[in-house]
Each structure stands twice: as structure tokens, then as C-alpha cells.
């Protein structure tokens, strides 16, 4: 009997079609600001916090071009790992609740030292395709997938 093969890399880019969704979901939720009748001031604070939320989550979330933006996945001897331009590999464990279907894969994560529970999310267009379909294979047949980081 052969020996499982715990080494996988890849590493993925900025989708297109995912920052038009997000785009479309904001256009909506300005839109929504204009037709309800609100106050003047809350309409305000809406569109105010709908633009911060822009200026913080196309740079790392969607566009990845924040140092800090996750984009690549490493599986090893010792564990998960994600990668980042500011920190390099750093080791992770990954939670239950991850998603893997084959529109998109929703890697939620929880780093060395931290309670936060953090999110990634890799659209099929930011992948290869055999390199997707090779990613949610490990990320739902791995054993120990949800181990904590060594």
C-alpha cells in the first residue's frame, strides 16, 4: 500500500468576476441608500461606511495587492500554511465550516496564537482548473485537516 502524499502548493490571483460581484453588491447597497427615506445623516453614515469597507476589502481581500493578502495555500508534514507578502508562510488551522464547491472555495482559517477566526475566498477563475479541483479534493478528503499548526 502507498504512502499518502501530504505536499501541495498553489497559489492564486485576483478574480475578475468576484470584484464585479462585490462591486454589484455595493452599487446595490449605495442604491438602496438613495430610495429608502431615511435621514439625511444616516444616508450619509451608510455610504461613508460602504466606502471604507471598499477602501479596505479591494486591496486585500479582492484585488490582492495589500502586502498582507492571502494568496497561496501550502499543505505539509506540518500542517497548512497560507501565504502572504509580509509575513511569508505562515502556519494555520484551518476550521470545519470551510467551503469547497466547485464555483468557489471558502478557506476559513484561524492563525498560530489567534482566537480570530479569518476568511479567504478562491473563486474558480483565480485557479487553474485542475489546480481547483485538486484543492477542494485535499481540502475535503486531507486527514487532520482541521489539526491545529505544529
Request: net charge positive; glycine share 6%; aromatic share 10%.
Amino acid at each position: 500500500m502507498s504512502s499518502p502524499n501530504n505536499r501541495f502548493e498553489c497559489r492564486w490571483q485576483a478574480c475578475g468576476q468576484l470584484l464585479v460581484a462585490y462591486l454589484l453588491a455595493q452599487v446595490f447597497a449605495l442604491g438602496s441608500l438613495f430610495v429608502l427615506t431615511v435621514p439625511l445623516w444616516l444616508a450619509a453614515t451608510g455610504m461613508f461606511l460602504c466606502l471604507i469597507h471598499g477602501a479596505w476589502t479591494l486591496p486585500r481581500h479582492l484585488l490582492l495587492t495589500h502586502p498582507r493578502a492571502f494568496c497561496g495555500l501550502r499543505r505539509d508534514a506540518s500542517g497548512w500554511r497560507l501565504w502572504n507578502r509580509a509575513d511569508g508562510w505562515q502556519p494555520v488551522q484551518l476550521c470545519p465550516d470551510s467551503l469547497a464547491l466547485p464555483m468557489i472555495i471558502v478557506l476559513r482559517f484561524r492563525l498560530r496564537g489567534e482566537r480570530r477566526v479569518r476568511s479567504v475566498c478562491v473563486p474558480r477563475g483565480a485557479l487553474a482548473p485542475d489546480v481547483h479541483r485538486r484543492l477542494r479534493v485535499r481540502l475535503r478528503f486531507s486527514r487532520r485537516r482541521w489539526a491545529a499548526p505544529e
